[in-house]
C-alpha cells in the first residue's frame, strides 16, 4: 500500500503544470483505492477527483503498448535512452494525427497536423 501511495503522490505531484487528473483508472487492487482515499484525505489529491475501478477501462489504456511491443519484438528492449525518447514521441506524434488531435494542440493553424510534427521531431 506504501507503494501504491508514494507512486501515486509521485505521479500527481509531476502534472502540476497541466493540472490534476479529472479520472483515475485503475485495475480493482484495494491498495490502489486506499491509496487515494489517503491522498484525498491528506490533501495531496483533490476531492474532485474521480476513481474508477473498472477493469475494463484499465485494459483499454493497458492496450496502448501494443504498437511499442510490435516495433521491440522479441528482444524487448532498446539500446540507449536517445532511441527510446525519439521512438516514443514519433510514435505519440502519429498516434495523435490519427486521433484527429492536431486542431487541440494547434488551434487556429491552417493546418494542425504539420505543427504537432513539427513541434514534437524539433525538440529531438
Known amino acids: 500500500m506504501a507503494a501504491a501511495k ?4 509521485k505521479t500527481l505531484r509531476s502534472n502540476t503544470i497541466t493540472g490534476f487528473p479529472r479520472v483515475i483508472n ?10 487515494i482515499a489517503e491522498l484525498k484525505s491528506e ?14 477501462l484499465n485494459n483499454v489504456i493497458e492496450g496502448d503498448h501494443g504498437r511499442l511491443k510490435r516495433i521491440l519484438g522479441p528482444k524487448g528492449a532498446f539500446k540507449n ?8 514521441k514519433g ?16 488551434y ?17
Open 26 to 35: 485503475t485495475d480493482k487492487a484495494p491498495s490502489l483505492a486506499r491509496a
Open 43 to 56: 490533501g495531496i489529491c483533490p476531492q474532485t477527483v474521480e476513481h474508477r475501478q473498472v477493469k475494463y
Open 91 to 106: 510514435m505519440e506524434a502519429m498516434h495523435s494525427l490519427r486521433k484527429g488531435q492536431g486542431a487541440m494542440f494547434a
Open 6 to 9: 508514494r507512486f501515486l503522490a
Open 81 to 88: 535512452r536517445t532511441s527510446v525518447y525519439r521512438t516514443l
Open 108 to 124: 487556429g493553424q491552417p493546418n494542425p497536423d504539420a505543427v504537432i510534427v513539427s513541434r514534437v521531431f524539433q525538440k529531438i
